[in-house]
């Protein structure tokens, strides 16, 4: 009866929003499993390396108990309603008409800049095997390949996902078992010096100290980006409410080996004041093992999870934007579907937007990736904000009678969430401490000033499209 209610006074998109539910629980595991494997761990290691030393370790691990939390609250709300729109569609009902607004076209923003992100990165890692290629040219073949593969349908978006993803797991996998070999039997040419000691031997963990540690954080956050992309896909999953749960509960053992476990083995097999900003950790630690074509594996890898990430943005960046067509806060031709059942006006303007990150590759090659990676940063914690304070607000709802109580509960309740909030904070305020990270806080006053100029006149052409209330309100109207 709650639930009944609540539709009553609300105008949810429809269930039915005409995409085909073609990703199955194979697909949906390995897009989480990928998500939390991507550039920020293969090339932003570097940069963070050199800043902190092995003390990362601890930086990883720390900001993987927040990801966790924000992924549980996460769950609470896709198994209360799965639906593409996701994030947007969560603000819209827990915090108001405005904040769904800037929540939708701020996750859209942050995946044309990753994308952008990864773009450049693509290009950086082509520049291994040919390095007389411009970085620029890498940058656009790869944009082009990936637009085309995304029109064609969802099932072969999830199927190309699958196997970028597959090669990165068995990637780390092998390279922390390999590294593993090394620091027990002493074969190759690292054997000699390979030692779990090079983790505090080199100025002890925190060789920089504490506070060189804790900054490194916004560096490590941005490694994370990314998990959140399951909630994306729950509506075009086959079994949301099944599969969903699943792929988020994996995310403690995918941290713990690809991240903290992963990080040991590089930092101990090579000491930390051998890596370099902007080199890939592991493509210099494995060159220096000795395996033939290591480095050039290596690479390979790293350039298939660039270009992984820049396929998941390109599928939501076209799904939100969608989303926010359907709302009548995007221009409605953006939401057609093709005969595949994707959105493909939204996914081509998405496309041609991620084409100024070629041009950035053209005129500032060397700083392309530090200045798109810190906007992307700050457009992601928005959009965690955004989750933890859903996800508050929804168990304030349920508790009260308001709305079902969710299938798939956080531990803890509001109060780890609360938690998080605090620690995305503190890590605003790291970015604004970083002078080659600060460039973010300047780009998003505003994008958030165009945000709510364009919100006001579209309230005045459109009323109906910014049409609602925060969920407390709309139960107050009823009577609650």
Not at 128 to 143: D, E, M, N, T
Not at 283 to 290: P, R, Y
Not at 463 to 478: I, K, Q, S
Request: charged content about 10%; some cysteine.
């Amino acid at each position: 009866m709650a639930q009944q209610a609540y539709d009553e006074v609300t105008d949810p998109v429809p269930d039915e929003e005409g995409y085909e539910r073609g990703l199955n629980s194979r697909q949906i595991q390995m897009i989480a499993i990928g998500g939390a494997i991507g550039t920020g761990l293969f090339l932003g290691a570097g940069t963070a390396i050199s800043k902190a030393g092995p003390s990362l370790i601890l930086s990883y691990a720390v900001a993987g108990v927040v990801i966790f939390v924000i992924m549980r609250a996460l769950g609470e709300l896709l198994t209360y309603r799965p639906v593409a729109g996701s994030f947007a569609e969560y603000a819209r009902e827990f915090l108001g008409p405005f904040a769904g607004f800037v929540t939708g076209w701020t996750y859209w923003l942050f995946w044309v800049v990753t994308g952008m992100a990864e773009t450049t990165a693509a290009a950086v890692y082509v520049r291994f095997w040919a390095p007389g290629c411009p970085q620029w040219l890498s940058a656009l073949v790869f944009l082009l390949l990936l637009y085309a593969a995304n029109l064609i349908s969802v099932k072969l978006f999830g199927e190309i996902e699958f196997w970028f993803s597959m090669v990165k797991v068995t990637a780390i996998i092998g390279m922390i078992l390999i590294g593993i070999g090394v620091l027990t039997i002493g074969f190759s040419d690292a054997g000699d010096t390979a030692s779990i000691t090079n983790l505090w031997k080199d100025g002890g963990f925190f060789p920089k100290g504490v506070g060189a540690t804790v900054m490194t954080l916004q560096i490590v956050m941005f490694a994370y980006l990314g998990v959140e992309l399951v909630g994306v896909t729950a509506g075009e999953s086959e079994n949301p409410q099944k599969t969903l749960p699943r792929a988020i509960n994996t995310l403690p053992w995918r941290i713990v080996l690809f991240y903290v476990g992963a990080l040991t083995v590089i930092l101990s097999l090579v000491p930390w004041t051998e890596f370099q900003p902007g080199v890939s950790p592991f493509v210099a630690a494995f060159g220096k093992v000795g395996i033939p074509a290591a480095a050039g594996i290596i690479n390979f890898v790293v350039l298939t999870a660039a270009l992984s990430s820049c396929n998941s943005g390109m599928y939501s960046t076209g799904r939100m934007l969608r989303d926010l067509a359907l709302r009548g806060q995007a221009p409605g031709r953006l939401t057609a579907l093709n005969r595949s059942r994707t959105p493909a006006v939204a996914i081509t303007l998405s496309c041609l937007l991620m084409g100024a990150g070629v041009v950035l590759n053209y005129l500032v090659p060397a700083r392309a990736f530090e200045y798109i990676t810190s906007v992307a940063t700050v457009c992601g914690l928005w959009t965690w904000s955004v989750i933890l304070l859903s996800q508050i607000r929804y168990r304030t709802a349920w508790r009260r009678g308001h709305l079902p109580p969710p299938s798939f509960r956080a531990p803890g309740g509001a109060g780890p969430s609360w938690i998080a909030l605090a620690f995305l904070a503190m890590v605003v305020v790291l970015i604004a401490l970083d002078q080659d990270a600060r460039i973010a806080l300047y780009v998003f006053p505003a994008w958030a000033l165009a945000l709510v100029v364009g919100y006001r006149v579209l309230g005045r052409r459109n009323p109906a499209a910014v049409h609602g209330a925060p969920h407390e309100h709309l139960h107050a109207r009823n009577g609650r």
